[in-house]
């Protein structure tokens, strides 16, 4: 089975310096790895995703995740955080084994100005 | 605009009282899912459609019913609706296997069931 652990509840960070979200995860096959966010009152938006290449991959509104096989992890990445970025962000994982995606339980995201 | 509807937005209900949440997307997609978001717990997955009248169930079928009967549209039916069904839904789409292309995710449907 599939499963995605995303260890903090809430992340804050001070606007301008840079932020990590964590993420990990467990797959039987090649992970497919995703990160959404989801502002108040609003459906998940996507950021970015990995499939396959380079582990640095680049996403909407400056974000980066940051793909690790040994350490199973793809945690979001951003250099300098913005009030605006404040917001629920999840990640979510598929394999070649099944059809569907298991997300996380979500980090809500606090910039402080 | 590209997007995904979903109505209604807000449904109190009462126990046992069948509903149905529409879904509806303009994008052509072939796959179609639905998922429910619980805090603490994220989104879980309620049942999915590959393709016309293809569906398949997710981690949380128990208490829903789904059909496909044509490409844009993924109506989500709870025929006995329980106190443990409340919670956020959304319906999203995404050009073919959700495993691996972005999904585009409708506004959410808060329901409420007394």
């Known amino acids: 089975a599939q499963s995605v652990a995303q260890p903090e509840d809430q992340v804050n960070v001070a606007e301008g310096n840079p932020l990590t979200v964590k993420c990990t995860y467990s797959v039987s096959g090649n992970p497919y790895l995703f990160w959404y966010v989801q502002y108040p009152n609003r459906g998940l938006q996507f950021l970015l995703k990995y499939i396959t290449g380079d582990n640095l991959v680049k996403g909407s509104y400056g974000f980066e995740a940051e793909f690790n096989k040994s350490q199973t992890s793809f945690h979001l990445k951003k250099p300098s955080a913005l009030v605006s970025d404040s917001a629920l962000y999840f990640c979510?994982?598929?394999?070649?084994?099944?059809?569907?995606?298991?997300f996380g339980s979500g980090t809500r995201l606090q910039v402080q100005p | 605009e590209a997007q995904v509807t979903q109505n209604p937005r807000y449904l109190i209900t009462v126990t046992g009282k069948k509903l149905t949440v529409t879904c509806s997307q303009n994008?052509?997609?072939?796959?179609m899912s639905w998922y429910r978001q619980d805090p603490g717990l994220g989104l879980r997955q309620i049942y999915y459609?590959?393709?016309?009248?293809?569906?398949d169930k997710g981690d949380v079928p128990e208490g829903y019913k789904v059909s496909r009967k044509e490409k844009r549209n993924f109506p989500l039916i709870l025929e006995s609706p329980s106190p443990n069904q409340t919670s956020l839904y959304f319906c999203a789409s995404s050009p073919s296997s959700g495993r691996y292309n972005e999904q585009f995710f409708g506004p959410g449907t808060r329901l409420t069931v007394l």
């Open positions: 459609s590959m393709n016309v009248e293809v569906t």
């Open positions: 994008m052509n997609h072939e796959y």
């Open positions: 979510a994982v598929g394999d070649t084994g099944r059809r569907a995606l298991t």
